[in-house]
Every structure is written in C-alpha cells, then in structure tokens.
C-alpha cells in the first residue's frame, strides 16, 4: 500500500494533545505492531521573526547565526504529535521516548521564508530495551528541499523486535574537552514547551514526572540539543551541515551541566554531561552529510 497524504491546516490545541495523551494510555500494543501509512503535510508556515528570536534567546543563538538548522524541527514537532495520537498508532503517546535525532540542512533559510513541512512515519528499529520507530520530517522552500530530520523513538518495554538493529552515536563518540558549565532553571522547560508545543508532562509537573519514573521534570532532549548546538556553531550563517545526536540520561531540572567539544578537520564532536561533567545526558556531532555531498558531486558532474 502506498503512503496517504493529508493536509494539516492547524495544529492540536495543547487541550487535545493532554487527552490523547490520557486517551491512548489504555492502549495495548499488539503483537504484529504496524506504523500508519500517511504523509502529514502542513503548508505555508512563515520563518517569523518574534518566536525566532526568543528560541534563540532560550538556546543561547546569537542573531549573527542566522536561522538555526535545528529551528525547523519546532514546525515540525506538531506533525509528529499528529501522528502519534492517531488511533491506529500502536502505542500510547505518553511514555514514548526521544532518543535519537538527526538533522540535515541542504540550504539557507531566512526570516520571512515560507515553508511546507511534511512528517511521516519511517521504519521500525530494535532495541534491547523495547521497539524503536522513526519519525521522517521535511522542510521544502520553494518547491526545494532545505531541510530533513529523523527522530528515533523508544517504546519501552514493547516486546516486539522489528526492524534492524539501531544505529546511534555511541558513549565512546562523546568529547572530552570542557567547555564551559551552567545552571539550568526550571522555567527553561515551561518556556521551551510553550514554544515547541511539546507539553508532556514529563517536562512540566513533579507528579507527571514521577509518574513516569523521574524525581523531577526533566529537560526536553530538543532543547538540550539546540544549547549544546548554540555553542559549537560558527557565528555565521550555514546553508549546509548534518546534526546527529543521541539522548542518554535526561536532566532533572533545576540542575547543573557541562558542555564538551572536540574540533576535528571534519566536524566538531559535542556533549553534555552533568554538573560533575561525569554522567553522560547528550552525545552529538556537528558535520557534513556525506550522502547529500555525493549527490550534490554528481550533479556537477
């Protein structure tokens, strides 16, 4: 069967989201697990200047970085939630874990650039913890392609073990030079949430966090990765560059971090530890893709 595509005016209310996520909980995974087959596709969404603005003010970007590469994913992020709360997805949506994102950017993007963004399912991944799936998404800008991502995330406990086995940065890719250490306050959460959309409770309430296995809210995986990326992207604009990182432990806010880099010819190796810089959070690379390179060679050719 062919993938459906269906056109997303508008975004779930944050209303709607809560009681899918309460809603699906009574689901049981089957079996034989199957991912929908649809295509969400959402016209039309300006690059705006005030919500920019204070994601980078949020994330630690400064204006000279221009639009940056992982900010498409905040347009996106409502697709995936669009997806996970159709009732033919296999599994609650709360409890669901981000573990894994890559990012691909193939051109500039700039402030009044209008996008369409699309997200599908991708593929089932194993994992000795439980079943993983994918999460497609795609910017296009003028009819182009200027930005892909792909999520991986966790079922815990799902006993299924479809899919090929998964393929992340390891603990042994972190960098081991110290950049610099910060304290993280409980409202980065609150204010992140606001502007991704991402409302789990996991991030926003003691007992949503501790109903979930956590002592305290914990921080949101993309925004631990936008602000280690604010810290090792040049202070310019990039048209091309390839964002891979893995989610390890989750930050307990408030907490304290320790941000890592390793500068290599080829790309800059980033992490995040905790305030002791021991226990590993967040473990990512900032490069080139080099699938997008050799298609881009082979149209010069």
């Known amino acids: 069967m062919g993938v459906e595509t269906l056109i997303v005016e508008r975004s779930s209310s944050p209303g709607a989201v809560l009681l899918a996520g309460l809603v699906t909980l009574a689901k049981t995974a089957p079996r034989h697990p199957a991912l929908p087959g649809v ?13 920019l603005a204070e994601y980078r003010a949020l994330c630690g970007f400064s204006e000279a970085q221009g639009v940056p590469p992982i900010w498409p994913h905040l347009l996106a992020f409502p697709l995936h939630l669009e997806l996970m709360m159709r009732r033919d997805f296999p599994y609650p949506l709360a409890g669901t874990v ?35 799936f994918t999460i497609l998404a795609e910017a296009q800008l003028g009819g182009g392609t ?4 792909e999520s991986v995330y966790l ?20 960098a081991t030079t110290q950049t610099g250490a910060e304290a993280i306050a409980r409202a980065v959460a ?38 280690a990326l604010a810290r090792v992207l040049p202070a310019a604009p990039l048209e091309r560059v390839a964002i891979d990182v893995a989610f390890r432990a989750p930050i307990l806010l408030p907490g304290r971090v ?8 080829d790309g800059t190796g980033f992490a995040v530890r905790d305030g002791a810089g021991e226990r590993l959070h ?13 298609e881009l060679h082979a149209q010069h050719q």
């Open 155 to 174: 079922r815990r406990g799902a006993r299924s073990a479809l899919g090929g086995p998964i393929s992340t940065l390891s603990d042994e890719d972190a």
């Open 98 to 132: 981000h573990i894994g994102n890559r990012i691909v950017q193939h051109g500039a993007m700039a402030i009044g650039g209008r996008l369409t963004v699309s997200a599908e399912f991708g593929g089932f991944q194993s994992h000795p913890r439980g079943q993983a």
């Open 282 to 294: 967040l473990v990512g690379r900032l490069g080139r893709d080099p699938v997008f390179e050799e």
């Open 190 to 227: 609150l204010r992140y949430a606001r502007l991704s959309g991402d409302r789990n409770p996991i991030h926003l309430s003691w007992l949503g966090a501790r109903l979930f296995g956590f002592k305290r809210p914990i921080a949101h995986g993309m925004w631990t990765k936008a602000r």
């Open 146 to 149: 200027v930005w892909r991502s």
């Open 39 to 51: 295509r969400l596709v959402r016209p039309d969404l300006a690059i705006e200047a005030a919500p």
């Open 258 to 265: 320790t941000h890592f880099a390793d500068r290599a010819g």
